[in-house]
């Protein structure tokens, strides 16, 4: 029996669905069920993969390759789950499916309408997952806030979800703001009474309310919202502005949220608390010493665009002591005058994933930077890439040298496209999404940080580094320190002669959780840490 929990937005957009989502999920984990989480985005966009970041923020890649939304990367640190293709779904996916099957005639000569054929289309990616998963709650995310034209037909599909399901096995939990009039300090109910109205009038009556305001909600105020939105004052609970979104379940738990939802379900807790979360919170909130580490990328002044990043490099701060004071560097700003003055005093550098032109040479700098200096270095997909580039101009000589991302006509295309990926027209298809293997050499430091031979990481580039430049790279100080061996691609290189110059051509920020540092993070924190210390 699987148990359905759906989470709407009202008022605002942007006061933590997901965290609160991804919050719940932790807590009903906690208390001994599976869970699987999901989120549906309401824009056309099959998916959110050739969205520009400054659109949507960081592109979240699944194990099985699925480019996604940001909020999933906030489910799996919370839940520590690997999700799937199956947990993302947006109106342009529902959309395609459907349009694909008329085609087909599997429709068998019926009018196709958004109700029932969309809605049906999107209640089987609730029911999917739910047989798929075979976890014992499934919660789903709605994307938007209510009101919105284009989420009606989720809305009408999950108002049918709990229509033809049993009372006690579906839960409806609706996020809304609670604002204070400028100049006042008054908080003030209507919005949400009226979200509340808004979702009443689409046939849904929501179970628990869950608000956030810069004030702490009072007696008074869950009086108010409880009577206006017909729910008990103990499904009104607030999500409090904390210095750490990990303590936003901790914050829920305090309220008795757990419980409730359990009460709802009809479900007992499987298990005693587990307390490793708690830990966790307890521990990360003790560091107390700053390092400083420089993200040179070129979508700095979007901080969300590298969230995964982000949140690897401070959690992997958090757990060896130290708040990691994140200082993000345009890399587009950064030239042959300015790098040393711009790169001086990091503990250490990292230069993250990207992709198009603008920006490169700032990042080929901040290799250079790092190599000349011994500031421990971590590059990350293009940052890896770009120190190839550096290291092939710089140390080996061949000025010219560069991704032919950039530029197509270089004599020496030290990254470049695979062959088979070549003369692939649909941008989409072409990128190495997902899961794959990486065996790592003996008596590397990439090897010594995660302890094992055989690793799989999660990719999402076109490019590679190209294997005619490996014996030259190799002659220079350069350690291919982690291959695929079935397709002969280069994952993971290092410098043999500086204290930590370490990049791989995949994306260990999605797997990094609070509660599990990736190694790789935490091999460039202790590092950096070293460094800071000994200068
Ligand atoms: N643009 C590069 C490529 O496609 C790097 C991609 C990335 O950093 N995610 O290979």
């Not at 069920?33 to 520009?52: C, R």
Request: proline residues 4%.
């Amino acid at each position: 029996m699987t148990k359905f929990i759906f989470i709407t937005g009202g008022v605002v957009s942007g006061i933590g669905k997901g965290i609160s989502g991804a919050s719940i999920g932790r807590l009903l984990k906690d208390k001994g069920f599976s869970v699987f989480m999901q989120k549906f985005d309401p824009y056309l966009n099959v998916d959110p993969g050739t969205m520009s970041p400054y659109q949507h923020g960081e592109v979240f890649v699944t194990k099985d390759g699925a480019e996604t939304d940001l909020d999933l990367g906030h489910y799996e640190r919370f839940i520590d789950e690997e999700l799937t293709q199956k947990s993302s779904i947006t109106t342009g996916r529902i959309y395609s499916s459907v349009i694909k099957k008329e085609r087909r005639g599997d429709y068998d000569g019926a009018t196709v309408q958004v109700i029932p054929h969309i809605t049906d289309e999107i209640k089987k990616a609730v029911y999917d997952v739910a047989k798929e998963s075979e976890a014992d709650i499934i919660i789903t995310e709605i994307g938007g806030t209510i009101g919105d034209i284009e989420s009606l037909p989720f809305i009408e599909a999950i108002r049918q979800v709990h229509a033809e399901n049993v009372k006690e096995d579906v839960l409806f939990i609706h996020t809304t703001l609670v604002p204070t009039i400028p100049g006042s300090d008054e908080l003030k109910t209507k919005p949400t009474q009226h979200s509340f109205k808004e979702l009443m009038s689409l046939g849904i009556k929501t179970n628990i309310i869950i608000t956030r305001s810069d004030g702490y909600l009072t007696d008074d105020i869950k009086d108010k919202i409880s009577l206006f939105c017909d729910v008990p004052k103990q499904a009104i609970v607030q999500s409090e502005n904390v210095n750490l979104i990990y303590e936003v379940p901790l914050t829920f738990k305090k309220q008795g949220l757990d419980e409730y939802i359990l009460h709802k379900l009809d479900l007992k807790a499987k298990k005693d608390h587990d307390n490793q979360w708690e830990d966790m919170v307890k521990r990360f909130k003790c560091a107390d010493k700053p390092l400083n580490i420089g993200l040179v990328g070129k979508y700095t002044e979007l901080h969300d665009a590298y969230l995964s990043v982000a949140n690897a490099l401070l959690d992997a701060g958090y757990e060896n002591g130290h708040i990691v004071e994140i200082q993000w560097i345009d890399s587009s700003k950064i030239s042959e005058v300015n790098y040393k003055e711009k790169l001086s005093g990091l503990d250490g550098i990292i230069v993250p994933g990207g992709f198009g032109r603008r920006g490169l040479e700032g990042m080929v700098l901040a290799s250079r930077y790092a190599r000349e200096t011994n500031t421990p270095f971590f590059g990350i997909c293009l940052g890896m890439q770009m120190a190839v580039v550096d290291i092939a101009r710089n140390v080996i000589g061949h000025t010219d040298a560069h991704t032919t991302e950039c530029n197509p006509d270089t004599t020496n295309p030290v990254i470049d496209m695979i062959e088979s990926k070549k003369n692939v027209e649909d941008l989409g298809s072409t990128l190495r999404l997902g899961n794959y293997e990486c065996r790592l050499k003996d008596g590397t430091k990439i090897k010594e940080m995660y302890g094992v031979d055989e690793i799989v990481e999660r990719h999402r580039h076109r490019y590679e580094v190209n294997n005619a430049y490996i014996e030259q790279l190799e002659e220079n100080g350069v350690v291919i320190s982690g291959i695929n061996e079935e397709r002969g691609l280069v994952e993971a290189i290092e410098l043999k002669d500086h204290p930590h110059f370490v990049a791989c051509q995949f994306h260990p920020e999605f797997t990094s959780r609070p509660t599990k540092i990736h190694p790789l993070f935490n091999g460039f924190i202790k590092k950096s840490i070293e460094n800071k210390d000994n200068r």
